[in-house]
Every structure is written in structure tokens, then in C-alpha cells.
């Protein structure tokens, strides 16, 4: 463990970024050590009386800097132990230009992935999936939902949507859904996804083990089949602090209008 009597409180006065109320600035001052590698992921931070006292701010301005930083993920505490500065997740890399499934995707990166379960049966669809499936009155809609992890650090959540006449039975899916399509006939060829930020909820904020209102990447693909016909409606939720996407660029490669085919 690092000497954070030397590492963090060097010789000499405490200068804090300017700019915001002094939690804040403290806050900043605390994750640029980290970045800079003064202290390192599992190294313990000072007491809050010791910080208060080398920087000269009131308790009361750390203890908020440094719930700020829990928030964010950034440190963890430990009852009874102290706080800690959080590990780093390895941060995944996924191209945009390829119609993957996360199973095939972390296979070729050499990282084992495993799922939990979180749902899969048959439901009456919603008027959403009505619609983007194009499923007839009476038709029922497949629904699996999995945490994905590799080792013991969740990933993403993932939520799909299938008509039931595609997969009948959630419950023959094992690893990779792209792969059981595939063996029917029915694996999807292009997909159109939508992505945007988001702040993470509660519910979902614990099972990716962050803190609420954590940084998020929330993903929607609508896959197709060759014909045209949508075969599978996605929902996804990433770990923002796990995940980088991708996309090359080349001029002439899209269509004039800019939008993409359906």
C-alpha cells in the first residue's frame, strides 16, 4: 500500500482548483492525485479529520467531497475499515460496424463472460413491441433479461423482446441468443441501434454494483433478417465506466440522405 503520507500530502501547502463550492474543488483535487497515480486503486485515503486539517476546510466539506466520490464510484468505503480508492474495471472496446452478439464480442476480445438470469418467458406484448415486432392480435412475445458479467464484475443488463413463433420457449436459451437464431434460421443480418446517456437508477444501479445516478449507456437495436422483417427488439444498459464504443467513419459510405435504410 502506498505511503499516502508522502504520495498525497506532499511538502508544502494544499493549492485546490479554483472554481465551485470548496467540496467540490477538494473533490477535483482528490481524483487528480488518483489520475496522476499519487494514490492507486485499493490504497487507503486519509482520515477525514487528517484531510480537513492538511487542507484546511472544515470536516464537514470533506465528508461531502468524499460522499461525492462514492457516488461517482471513484472510492469505496468500508464499514468499520476506512475508505478506499475503487478498483479500475477494464474497460471493454466495442466496435459500432459489426452485428455481434456480447457472447461472440467478449469471445474474440479472450474474456470470459457469464450471465445471470433475470428473466425469461412468455408475456402478452406491450403496444411498443406490437408494433417494432409487427405481431398479430393474440400473438404472444418471448422476453429474456440477463445481467452479463465477466469474473465477478457486471457489464451490462440486456433485455430482448422475440415473438413467440421465433422462440417459443425462453427457456432453451443458454449462452449466446444469436447463436440459437442462427441454428433456426432466424439470426439477424443488420441492426439499427440508438444510443444515449443516461444516469442510472436504483434497481438497475444495484445490480451493475455502482451507486445510483451513475453514468450510463443505454442502447436500443432493432435486428433485421434478410427479408426485412424485424426479428429481435433490444434494450440494453451499459456500465459507463466499462464500456468504449466504437464507429469508423469513411466518406461515401452513407446513404445521401444520411439516414439509414430500413
Known amino acids: 500500500m502506498a505511503d499516502l503520507t508522502n504520495s498525497l500530502f506532499f511538502d508544502g501547502p494544499v493549492v485546490l482548483p479554483t472554481g465551485g463550492p470548496l467540496y467540490l474543488q477538494l473533490k477535483r483535487w482528490i481524483e487528480d492525485a488518483i489520475n496522476k497515480g499519487a494514490i492507486s486503486p485499493g490504497d487507503a485515503l486519509p482520515s477525514e479529520r487528517d484531510l480537513a486539517l492538511k487542507v484546511d476546510v472544515s470536516r464537514v466539506t470533506v465528508r461531502k467531497a468524499v460522499l461525492q466520490l462514492v457516488q461517482d464510484g471513484v472510492l469505496v468505503q468500508r464499514h468499520g475499515s476506512g475508505t478506499f480508492v475503487a ?7 466495442q466496435s459500432l460496424s459489426q452485428l455481434t452478439s456480447f457472447t ?3 469471445a474474440r476480445r479472450g474474456m470470459a463472460v457469464r450471465s445471470e438470469w433475470l428473466d425469461r418467458g412468455l408475456y402478452l406484448p406491450s403496444p411498443e413491441e406490437t408494433v417494432i415486432l409487427g405481431l398479430s392480435p393474440g400473438e404472444h ?3 429474456i433479461a440477463r445481467l452479463r458479467l465477466t469474473g465477478d464484475t457486471p457489464l451490462a443488463i440486456e433485455r430482448a423482446s422475440l415473438s413467440a413463433r421465433v422462440l ?6 443458454s449462452d449466446s441468443l444469436y447463436k440459437l437464431l442462427e441454428r433456426s434460421g432466424n439470426r439477424p443480418i443488420r441492426a439499427i441501434q440508438r444510443i444515449r446517456a443516461a444516469n442510472l437508477g436504483a434497481e438497475d444501479a444495484d445490480l451493475l ?3 445510483p445516478g451513475s453514468a450510463s449507456l443505454n442502447i ?7 427479408s426485412g422483417r424485424v426479428i429481435e427488439f433490444t434494450r440494453s444498459i451499459y456500465r459507463g465506466d466499462t464500456y468504449d464504443f466504437v464507429a469508423e467513419l469513411r466518406i461515401g459510405d452513407t446513404p445521401s440522405n444520411g439516414a439509414a435504410k430500413p
Open 104 to 106: 461472440e464480442d467478449m
Open 87 to 93: 478498483p479500475q474495471p477494464q474497460r471493454v472496446e
Open 220 to 226: 436500443e437495436r432493432t435486428s433485421y433478417l434478410a
Open 168 to 173: 417459443p420457449d425462453p427457456a432453451v436459451v
Open 141 to 143: 412475445v418471448s422476453r
Open 209 to 211: 454494483q455502482v451507486a
